[in-house]
């Protein structure tokens, strides 16, 4: 394995060195005499943001440096001939979409073929989907046959979320397996990738999990497009960055990754921080924790940047997109807890820095333009030219409207500039760039996806910064399921939860118009993108205006253009399903095959505790079909209580 | 009650959702954050470690 130290200490230098050349031409623009407390504060504020943008911008430098040269980013042995090794594929669900869970684990296992066994492990809390499951499970069962090992789990208590049921189904059947490959409810991988994966495990006994960085595909509205299109051109050289850097240091996203079952079982048993939620009780962003432990137990973590076949749907609004980061961000702020813990390599907490430096940069940035403006509208205008000779110092006005050019100039190449060189890194390949709509369409869609990022970029910030502050005043958020299907959003519920962004915008304005006119033009970009924040998040939930972006070749990407027979499969299944018009949980009391086939799922979990009494009355309720009043609880209850359906045959 | 419409056609193979269980506890891990004492001390010795890192590559490059 090349040496990675010299390519680690070349980036921070060059990451420091912008920043140092940066905050001493800020600071050459603020010292006009002394600095006041609040220069101070604003240069403090820019040194942390500018090398936030600065690391991110050399990241891509890399990875464009990483692509060019054709290096090899995964230097780890290549598989030797057909595996031996039993993988479990696990997919966790939470309420999710039933027809699109199963279609997605038909489409990999038509893929992957009968080497692999997959779980579908359920910790939904809804009991139509919990039923709904059972069935749809059954009926996967019976239509691939016996060569098929697809087994099905229901937790009804959710101990852990995600990583608790993980850890659910490690200490059961984690001991049948060498290796796992854990998905997520809306994840796609190859059969091909699948068994790449096997293989690099199998000849490379000190790696734990391999990352297989997932490509955004499958949805359709106007949002997800310019998500997917994102991920598509400038996701490979940010990744191609990340790998170059990190080497076995690597870290987990949570989903399409095989990690080696013992080395997780060993060393990733999750403890529950002490305290209450926001910050202490279940660690919600486990993926990173697990990572770190990996590491700190000496086992090797890859990303593997170029494998290809690994898929995951983006959010289909802005809406949907914020909400899932309100989860994020609660968990990598937890991290805060965890990044100072003992024993973890120096990357690991590298890690969980640059998440929580995610969220946190939003209210950093928002702090630095409120003082900044507060400082430029407190200039005082120079005294009089009639007084010069008359005071004791000459007073002259020094014009900084050069060196803020260059600052300025110099933050649009940081944030812009991996735009453009990812563009320029497709162009440079025929092929890739046929396959994002030919150079008129890259280019095209490149401008489009960088003139929206702008735009939505206040937006996010001010929800990003509102987060960051709920959390700090000790606001948990729940375990919600994630919307994933397409829809437009209706202008009344947009309105309703932007309409603090439109009027944070607007009073901006009047306040910059007011009291500092001749900066008004600068903020021009972040003030459009807050007044137009409402019709910008229901234009681009459509999905008829994603149809017809897909039609002028705009946002197109390589799983479209070349298909992807795995993608495809699990689209066509999902439409073909066909929704049961009954309330499902209500068959388990109607139909003796739904009942008798829930019993037999049910046999193998531990019963729920509950009230006698109150589990009496239900059962009594049930069997006077007496159901249209129970409440969620109550038919979890219910279905949780093999002895009470038994008496129902 | 039986006599409501069948949710599916096909024959229901009734079998467990799962193969035999065969648990074994997963251990959690201690996540002792530091104090700050030994958080500024621990900074001090990277600032004199994590350039040694450079070492070999320097000596490697050297021997070329």
């Known amino acids: ?649 | 009650m039986d006599s409501e419409p069948r949710a599916f056609e096909a024959a229901f193979v009734l079998e467990a959702g799962t193969p035999l269980r065969c648990p074994r506890p997963m251990i959690p891990q201690l996540l002792v954050p530091w104090t700050p004492a030994r958080l500024i001390a621990a900074g001090l010795m990277g600032m004199l470690s994590v350039p040694a890192q450079l070492v070999p590559a320097v000596l490697n490059r050297r021997r070329a």
């Open chain 1, 1 to 649: 394995m090349p040496d990675i130290a010299p390519r680690r200490w070349l980036y921070f230098f060059l990451v420091l060195a912008s920043t140092v050349a940066a905050v001493t031409q800020m600071a050459g623009v603020l010292q006009v005499d002394d600095f006041t407390f609040r220069e101070i504060v604003i240069l403090a504020l820019f040194a942390i943001l500018f090398a936030w943008i600065a690391a991110s911008f050399w990241l891509a430098v890399f990875g464009v440096w990483a692509r060019s040269t054709k290096m090899d980013l995964l230097p780890l042995k290549p598989p030797s001939g057909p595996s031996a090794a039993r993988t479990a594929i696990l997919m966790p669900v939470y309420n999710e979409d039933v027809a699109r869970v199963f279609s997605g684990v038909r489409a990999i296992w038509e893929s992957a073929g009968p080497d692999f066994d997959f779980y579908i492990l359920s910790d939904s809390t809804n009991p139509a989907n919990w039923v709904a499951e059972e069935l749809e499970w059954q009926k996967l069962k019976s239509e691939l046959g016996e060569t098929a090992h697809i087994f099905y789990r229901h937790r009804t208590r959710n101990t852990g979320r995600k990583a608790g049921n993980i850890q659910d189904f490690c200490e059961n059947w984690g001991q049948l397996y060498d290796y796992m490959v854990i998905l997520d409810a809306d994840s796609l991988m190859t059969g091909k990738t699948l068994h790449h994966l096997v293989g690099l495990m199998d000849a490379n006994p000190r790696t734990a999990l391999i990352q297989a960085p997932p490509q955004l595909a499958g949805r359709g509205s106007l949002f997800a497009r310019i998500q997917q299109f994102g991920s598509s051109v400038y996701g490979p050289i940010h990744a191609a960055g990340l790998a170059l850097l990190q080497g076995p240091d690597g870290n987990y996203w949570g989903h399409n990754a095989i990690i080696r079952v013992h080395a997780f079982m060993q060393s990733c048993g999750l403890p529950c921080l002490p305290g209450r939620p926001p910050f202490g009780g279940e660690i919600m962003s486990h993926d990173f924790i697990e990572a770190a432990l990996l590491r700190r137990a000496g086992w090797d973590v890859w990303m593997a940047p170029d494998i290809g076949g690994s898929f995951e749907e983006p959010p289909p609004t802005l809406l949907d997109y914020l909400i899932r980061d309100r989860r994020w961000c609660q968990g990598n702020l937890q991290h805060v807890r965890i990044v100072f813990a003992q024993g973890l390599t120096l990357p690991s907490r590298l890690h969980l820095a640059m998440g929580i430096m995610s969220y946190v940069s939003a209210p950093l940035w928002l702090l630095f333009l409120v003082i900044s403006t507060i400082d430029m509208m407190s200039v005082k205008a120079a005294p009089p030219a009639s007084y010069i000779g008359l005071l004791p110092s000459l007073p002259l006005s020094v014009s900084h409207s050069a060196e803020l050019m260059i600052l300025v100039g110099a933050t649009l190449i940081l944030l812009y500039g991996p735009k453009v060189l990812a563009v320029a890194s497709v162009l440079g390949n025929a092929d890739a760039t046929r396959a994002h709509g030919g150079i008129g369409g890259l280019i095209a869609s490149a401008f489009w996806e960088s003139l929206f990022a702008t735009l939505m970029a206040p937006v996010v910030m001010l929800q990003h910064s509102w987060y960051v502050c709920s959390i700090l005043m000790g606001i948990a958020t729940g375990w919600h399921a994630q919307t994933r299907t397409d829809r437009a959003l209706p202008w009344g519920l947009v309105a309703r939860r932007f309409l603090p962004h439109m009027l944070i915008g607007l009073a901006a304005t009047f306040l910059l118009w007011r009291y500092a006119q001749g900066s008004f033009n600068w903020f021009l970009p972040l003030l459009a993108g807050l007044w137009l924040a409402v019709p910008l998040v229901v234009l681009s939930s459509s999905p008829l205006l994603g149809r017809m972006a897909r039609q002028d070749r705009l946002f197109l990407i390589p799983s479209e253009t070349r298909g992807s027979k795995v993608l495809s499969r699990a689209h066509a299944l999902a439409e073909s399903h066909r929704t049961l018009a009954v309330p499902v949980q209500q068959l388990v009391l109607e139909d003796s095959r739904v009942r008798d086939l829930h019993l037999a799922l049910l046999a193998d979990s531990p019963p729920l505790v509950s009230d006698p009494e109150r589990l009496g009355r239900l059962r009594m309720q049930a069997a006077r079909s007496q159901t249209a009043h129970f409440s969620r609880d109550d038919w979890t209850l219910l279905l949780s209580d093999s002895e009470g359906l038994k008496a129902l045959r």
